[in-house]
């Protein structure tokens, strides 16, 4: 059976928003009988754009990870719904905009932070993937429409071919740990939640100071190699995809005939290594 996907690339998403603007085009001020009732101007975000600045200055990158509802196989707000809260033959989860008043405790029961509470109505609230459009014949919920980039994607598959799907593309979902068994899936996640090594290397020649193109910078954990880079042009070289507090490697940089440098670092958070000056 064909249930929904959804596929988020971490890389492509450039903060823009239009994702969320679509949501509130689509839910503010309209009720969608038996799937939501209308959502608050403010407050909520049933897709939240959550943002992260790896590294310091001046070698930093910033990433942005749209967050949904996961719609899990084992959702945690269905276990503790009681009836009002419901998985769709298609994968979709829904919390029911009548049976679920009062149920502020719902709100805490979801590890993803993506159920919302309206005070108004005294309601829980979230994404429901568009489900109502999607009983209409849609093909892609509002936020994945929109998206100018492509970092949002939508797939109506049996779990065999996405399957085939998660191993060709690295997908990965958000928190393992808590084996929910998410239906929303993410591509080059290490830009929100891996770490990484930066630094440039340099060469001073007659008194002028130059980048160093082509340096091997070749990175150790407990005396294994673990990679090699060369720098660029800038003389710039990049680890990335480590784990945050991951302890103590070492570098070890050469270029050209002049003597190698070695340099440990330990990695609490991604770090900048600075200047590595050859002369």
């Not at 450039?14 to 509130?24: I, Q, S, T, V």
């Not at 200055?57 to 945690?76: H, K």
């Not at 503790?80 to 905009?97: F, M, T, Y």
Request: hydrophobic letters at 30%; aromatic letters at 8%; charged letters at 35%.
């Amino acid at each position: 059976m064909k249930t929904w996907h959804m596929i988020i690339d971490v890389e492509k998403c450039e903060d823009c928003n239009n994702c969320l603007l679509a949501c509130k085009d689509e839910y503010v001020n309209n009720e969608w009988k038996g799937y939501s009732k209308p959502q608050p101007n403010l407050g909520q975000k049933w897709i939240n754009v959550q943002r992260k600045e790896r590294g310091t200055f001046p070698l930093i990158d910033v990433a942005y990870r749209p967050t949904p509802c996961m719609n899990c196989d084992d959702a945690p707000c269905i276990k503790a719904s009681k009836g009002c809260a419901s998985k769709r033959s298609d994968g979709i989860v829904i919390i029911d905009p009548e049976k679920s008043k009062g149920r502020e405790d719902l709100v805490k029961s979801c590890p993803y932070d993506v159920i919302w509470w309206n005070a108004e109505l005294n309601i829980p609230q979230k994404c429901t993937f568009c489900a109502h459009l999607k009983d209409e014949g849609w093909k892609e919920p509002r936020c994945v429409q929109v998206c100018p980039t492509g970092a949002l994607r939508i797939e109506n598959l049996t779990d065999e071919e996405f399957s085939q799907i998660i191993e060709n593309e690295k997908l990965e979902v958000l928190h393992k740990e808590l084996k929910t068994s998410p239906r929303v899936y993410y591509k080059n996640l290490y830009r929100f939640e891996k770490c990484f090594i930066v630094g440039s290397v340099s060469i001073k020649k007659d008194g002028i100071v130059d980048c160093a193109e082509d340096a091997r910078v070749v990175l150790y954990k407990e005396k294994v190699k673990i990679e090699e880079s060369i720098t660029d042009n800038y003389g710039d070289f990049k680890f990335d995809k480590l784990d945050e507090d991951s302890g103590e490697y070492t570098l070890e940089v050469s270029y050209k005939d002049k003597k190698s440098k070695t340099i440990t670092v330990n990695v609490a958070k991604s770090i900048n290594v600075g200047e590595i000056l050859f002369d």
